[in-house]
């Protein structure tokens, strides 16, 4: 059983920044794939970016490239988000995810409870 904690979301103006963490306490992700997802009110769940600590390899959704990234700590004990110049259209509840890596959410076994960005003047 992997347990993943998110952090770092809030309230913050268009064109802002803010950074996501996601960590499995006392556990190492050097294992996994770890992806961000986030869900806004009436929306359906949608791929964020995903990370393969594994390979190393990211990927981004398209709404989100060139504003977001996504990366490790050395350790890898910790996934970050860095989002910049957030929009609006950004608001939601951010989660992140342990698995095998890709955009379905069905790839990936471990979820955390997410954390809540929110983007507003």
């Known amino acids: 059983q992997l347990q993943l904690v998110e952090s770092g979301g809030g309230l913050v103006q268009p064109g802002g920044s803010l950074r996501l963490s996601c960590t499995a306490p006392g556990r190492t992700l050097a294992y996994y794939a770890i992806g961000w997802f986030r869900q806004a009110p009436g929306k359906e769940r949608e791929g964020v970016s995903y990370i393969s600590n594994i390979y190393g390899n990211t990927d981004y959704a398209d709404s989100v490239k060139g504003r977001f990234t996504i990366s490790s700590d050395d350790a890898v004990t910790t996934v970050y988000l860095q989002m910049n110049s957030l929009k609006s259209e950004d608001t939601a509840v951010y989660f992140c995810?342990?698995?095998?890596?890709?955009?379905?959410?069905?790839?990936?076994?471990?979820w955390g409870r997410g954390t809540q960005v929110t983007v507003s003047s």
């Open positions: 995810a342990a698995g095998l890596g890709g955009w379905g959410s069905e790839k990936y076994d471990w």
